[in-house]
């Protein structure tokens, strides 16, 4: 299907960028097995309990810094309090070839240095929201993997329109950077049973990387 029918780099806004199909089959093998593992610890991938007592249906283990509702910390504070898995330089690599696909010019100086791992089950959705505790404006890359999800892309003022539905698939890559760092994002659906069965993935896997500054 995708052979017949390529998709190809869509600039979505200005600094945000679409790379249909970016990772092969076996990466995308190689960074379910490599998230099976950062799921079982030190720090157990959880529901993110939020500060008025709900839980994100999402469940998210983090790497190099652990995020937590509004922060980020060295140690899981909110699941026991272990530190954190540190971020492999394997990682930060893959996200520099990431950002030099998305924008056409490598910059040995981007250095990641935090991870969030999230996991969708086939009712799991995340609302709109910005991403801003890190004090760095530099872009978050974002891996989708298994099953594809609808993604909304909106502005910087506010949660509401104007906004860009995007479908994202397996081995897709997102980057946001420049004016769209600061724009608010959600996942409204994902697709149940899409992804590959070769994945032996019973959802969607998302992998941001983000510079904390911190
Ligand atoms: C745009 N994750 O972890 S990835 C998140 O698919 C998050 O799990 C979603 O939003 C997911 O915070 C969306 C796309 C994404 C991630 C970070 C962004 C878009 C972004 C940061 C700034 C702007
Ligand atoms: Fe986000």
Same mark, same amino acid.
């Given at each position: 299907m995708s052979s017949l029918l390529p998709r190809e780099p869509v600039v979505v806004a200005p600094g945000a960028v679409h790379v249909?199909?970016?990772l092969d089959p076996e990466r995308q093998r190689d960074v379910v097995q490599a998230c099976r593992e950062w799921a079982q610890g030190p720090v157990p991938m959880r529901h993110t309990r939020m500060p008025n007592g709900t839980q994100m249906s999402v469940q998210t283990v983090c790497l190099g810094w652990h995020w937590m509702p509004y922060r980020y910390s060295r140690t899981a504070d909110d699941v026991g309090?272990?530190?954190v898995a540190p971020f492999p330089s394997w990682l930060a690599g893959l996200g520099r070839d990431a950002v030099e696909t998305a924008y056409g010019e490598r910059d040995e100086s981007y250095e990641p240095d935090a991870a969030l791992i999230n996991?969708?089950?086939? $009712?799991a959705k995340m609302g709109m929201h910005q991403d801003k505790e890190e004090q760095s404006s530099?872009?978050?890359?974002?891996?989708s993997i298994g099953d594809?999800?609808?993604f @909304?892309?909106?502005? $910087?003022?506010s949660r509401g329109r104007p906004w860009t539905d995007?479908?994202?698939?397996?081995?897709d890559l997102f980057v946001f950077g420049g004016p769209s @760092?600061?724009?608010y994002h959600g996942v409204m659906k994902t697709f149940s049973g899409t992804a590959d069965s070769a994945l032996g993935l019973n959802g969607r896997l998302n992998i941001t990387l983000r510079v904390t500054g911190l």
């Open positions: 249909p199909e970016w309090g272990a530190p996991f969708y089950d086939s $009712t530099a872009p978050v890359v974002s891996l594809s999800c609808l @909304r892309f909106g502005n $910087t003022e995007v479908r994202l698939e397996s081995g @760092r600061f724009a």
